[in-house]
C-alpha cells in the first residue's frame, strides 16, 4: 500500500517569509508525528498527533512553529517568518496509535532552504 | 548535553566485517530503544526495538541494551554493501511514542 508522502519535497525561501509543509500518513493511521533533522544532527521531535485529542506541542522551538491535522488525516506544518537556522530536512511519520511499540513509519522529508 | 549521544562517524568497513554501532543516553528513565537505519534522502526506517536491558537479535542484525550503563549497542554481521547508510538510535521514556533520537552514524561498507 502507499505510505507516507510528502510536499514539497525541496523548498526554497527567502528569510522573513512563511512556508507550508504538508504531510499525507498511511490511511487508518490515527497518529501523526513531526520531526526535524538538522546536518549533523539527530531527529528533533516537534508535534504529534493522535486522533482527536489534543496534539503534543512540546518540541515545537518558537510560536513561530504551528501545525494541524485536518480530518484527522492530512497535517500542514506551517513556519512563519522564516530563519536561516530553520533550514533542515522535516520528516513526517504515522503510526496505528500513539504508542512508542508501534512502528512510526517515514515520509522521505521535506528539504527547506532558507536564503 | 543531549539526552541520546551517538558518535556520527563516518564509518568504513569492508565487506563482511562485523560492524559495532553504539550510543549512549543521560536518563534513565528510558525504557524503550530503537535502531532505524535511514538511506540517503529517504525517510528512517525501523530496524528493531528493545525493551528494558537485555539482547535481540533478527537475521545479521542484533540490538543490545544495557540499562546499568545506559549504552545501547547494534551489531551487524556479516556486513554488505546495501548496509551502507546511517543508522540512528532512539529512546522512550514510556509507550507515550514520542521518540528522542541520536544524531546518527554514517555507516559505509565497501565491496
Known amino acids: 500500500g502507499a505510505g507516507v508522502s510528502q510536499s514539497p519535497s525541496n523548498k526554497v525561501t527567502e528569510k522573513g517569509k512563511d512556508v507550508e509543509l504538508r504531510c499525507d500518513p498511511i490511511?487508518?493511521?490515527?497518529?501523526l508525528y513531526w520531526y526535524r533533522q538538522s546536518l549533523g544532527q539527530g531527529l528533533e521531535f516537534l508535534i504529534y498527533?493522535?486522533?482527536?485529542?489534543?496534539?503534543?506541542k512540546s518540541g515545537l522551538p518558537s510560536d513561530r512553529f504551528s501545525a494541524e491535522r485536518t480530518g484527522g488525516s492530512v497535517s500542514t506544518l506551517t513556519i512563519q517568518r522564516t530563519q536561516q537556522e530553520d533550514s533542515a530536512v522535516y520528516l513526517c511519520?504515522?503510526?496505528?496509535?500513539?504508542?512508542?511499540?508501534?512502528?512510526?513509519?517515514f515520509g522521505p522529508g521535506t528539504r527547506l532552504t532558507v536564503l | 548535553q543531549k539526552e541520546v549521544e551517538q558518535d556520527p562517524g563516518p564509518l568504513s568497513v569492508p565487506e563482511g566485517a562485523i560492524v559495532s554501532l553504539n550510543c549512549t543516553y543521560s536518563?534513565?528513565?528510558?525504557?524503550?530503544f530503537m535502531w532505524y537505519r535511514q538511506y540517503s534522502r529517504k525517510g528512517p526506517e525501523l530496524l528493531m526495538y528493545?525493551?528494558?536491558?537485555g539482547n535481540k537479535e533478527d537475521g545479521r542484525f542484533t540490538a543490545q541494551v544495557d540499562k546499568s550503563s545506559k549504552y545501547i549497542s547494534l551489531f551487524i554481521r556479516d556486513s554488505q554493501p546495501s548496509d551502507s547508510a546511517t543508522y540512528l538510535c532512539?529512546?522512550?521514556?514510556?509507550?507515550?511514542?514520542?521518540?528522542?533520537f541520536g544524531q546518527g552514524t554514517e555507516l559505509s561498507v565497501k565491496p
Open positions: 511519520a504515522s503510526s496505528s496509535r500513539v504508542v512508542t511499540t508501534d512502528t512510526q513509519y
Open positions: 498527533f493522535q486522533g482527536n485529542s489534543a496534539p503534543d
Open positions: 532512539a529512546a522512550a521514556y514510556n509507550q507515550g511514542g514520542k521518540l528522542i
Open positions: 490511511s487508518g493511521h490515527t497518529a
Open positions: 528493545t525493551y528494558s536491558s
Open positions: 536518563n534513565s528513565a528510558f525504557q524503550y
